[in-house]
């Protein structure tokens, strides 16, 4: 899973982006990019690999600008290079994107009939392709964003950024998880609280089907049905130590080695002075007779665990 990370802010965004991005490098991607928004117009850049790829690209190659979206990608839909890693942009709005938009080809044949051939070989950039066209059509951004919202199916996470609103971002969530964090004259989207953890402690999670107009003073908060919604904000404590390696060589043995403790935490909310009291599930566990498992990878070998 990759990461997502949109800042309106107050100061010069990219140093800012690339750091964020990089507290969500332990996600795993094979490429990484940001737009900003600079005087008004929208610019990016993008590089395949490390993210050290990307920093080097803006030392030679700057993006001034105090409103940006940045993005780590795990290619699903076509190869790990520049042309389809994100944001993918158009040239009235920049598009970030976790998971996978699954009815995309029927969304492409759309396009292609009104004549817009798509550049990439990805399902994100027909999100960026049908929110210009609707803005194209005369629609706001937010209009256009809502837009193309109700037409993707799948799973998602997307921050959406426009040419000419430097005070505008609209974040949605449908599948994957995306974090709204509060700052003083600022506001910021992350796919976790660890990525925006440096700006800010002030944390809104959007919830399953959730969509956001966010400005730098105001954000509003729609659920699936389209009504306005509140959702918590918390005050949320990273622990540094799980945001880096740890001196580990990579995120892997890290995971490995902490399993104990990451197992002791987990535990430890029901460990009472009596024992180990466990939530009632509100199942009869009597009355059942088969219960199948479905996972694979690390969680095949859990469920056997869960077996024994
Ligand atoms: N499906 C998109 C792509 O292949 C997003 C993948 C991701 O979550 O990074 O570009």
Not at 205 to 217: F, H, I, N
Not at 238 to 263: N, T, W
Request: proline content about 4%.
């Amino acid at each position: 899973m990759c990461g997502i990370v949109g800042i309106l802010g107050t100061h010069e965004v990219a140093p800012i982006l690339v750091d964020a991005l990089r507290r969500l490098e332990y996600r795993g991607y094979d490429s990484a990019g940001i737009a900003t928004i600079n005087n008004g117009t929208l610019d990016r850049r993008r590089a395949v690999g490390k993210l050290v790829n990307l920093s080097d690209l803006l030392v030679h190659n700057p993006l001034a600008g105090k409103s940006g979206i940045g993005h780590t990608r795990w290619a699903t839909h076509g190869a790990p290079n520049v042309s389809n890693a994100h944001p993918h942009c158009t040239s009235g709005v920049a598009v970030v994107h976790n998971g996978i938009i699954e009815n995309y080809k029927e969304l492409r044949a759309e396009l292609s009939a009104a004549g817009v051939e798509p550049q990439t070989e990805t399902d994100t950039e027909t999100v960026a392709l049908l929110a210009q066209m609707f803005l194209d059509a005369g629609k706001t951004p937010t209009q256009a964003a809502f837009a193309t919202l109700d037409r993707l199916e799948g799973a998602f996470a997307l921050a959406f950024l426009f040419d000419g609103h430097d005070d505008l971002m609209i974040a949605a969530r449908k599948g994957s998880p995306l974090a709204i964090g509060h700052g003083d004259g600022e506001i910021y989207v992350g796919s976790d609280a660890f990525a925006l953890a440096p700006m800010t402690d002030q944390i809104t999670y959007l919830e399953e089907g959730d969509s956001a107009v966010l400005t730098r003073s105001s954000f509003e908060i729609r659920d699936a049905d389209g009504r306005l919604v509140n959702r918590e904000q918390r005050i949320i404590q990273v622990d540094a130590a799980r945001v880096d390696k740890d001196g580990y060589k990579h995120f892997m043995a890290k995971e490995i080695a902490e399993q104990p403790s990451v197992l002791a935490n987990a535990l430890s909310a029901y460990v009472t002075e009596h024992g180990i009291a466990l939530p009632d599930p509100g199942i009869d566990f009597t009355k059942i007779d088969r219960l199948t498992m479905v996972a694979c990878g690390t969680a095949y070998y859990a469920c056997f665990t869960a077996k024994y």
